[in-house]
């Protein structure tokens, strides 16, 4: 009787360490588990974040993409607007040479007028 006594005894100190030991599992579990619950708030916040930068750098790329269509539009407008310059500025020069010579012209027929108004004045 006196073994059985003492391997009652030893059995309920088992017991007590084995429901101590699983006291200490549960508080790790609970632990395991509010650190994982965390991980995972912390894990749908960075895909909601990374999920807001996608959209943010796809709106930078499109407008990327438009500022440069505009630029390259407004470039060969440029172009364009640089070449006809540069025709009517040969257009003035041609009639600038034009009038030059007309105005040339003109002066020798007005001497020529005014030195036959004198010829006719002197008869």
């Known amino acids: 009787m006196e073994k059985f006594k003492e391997k ?3 059995l309920r100190g088992e017991v007590e360490t084995a429901k101590a030991r699983a006291q200490e599992l549960e508080e790790k579990v609970e632990q395991l588990e509010s650190e994982h619950s965390k991980k995972d708030a912390n894990l749908e916040e960075l895909q909601s974040r990374a999920k807001l930068l996608e959209e943010q750098l796809e709106k930078a790329e499109a407008d990327l993409k438009e500022a440069s269509d505009n630029y390259r539009e407004a470039d ?4 364009q607007l640089e ?3 540069i025709k009517l500025k040969q257009e003035v020069q041609e009639w600038e040479k034009k009038n030059a010579q007309i105005e040339a012209k003109h002066k020798e027929v007005r001497d020529e007028l005014d030195g036959l108004e004198s010829q006719l004045e002197g008869v």
Not at 76 to 79: F, V
């Open 8 to 10: 009652l005894a030893t």
């Open 76 to 79: 060969l407008r440029a172009e």
């Open 83 to 85: 070449k006809k310059e």
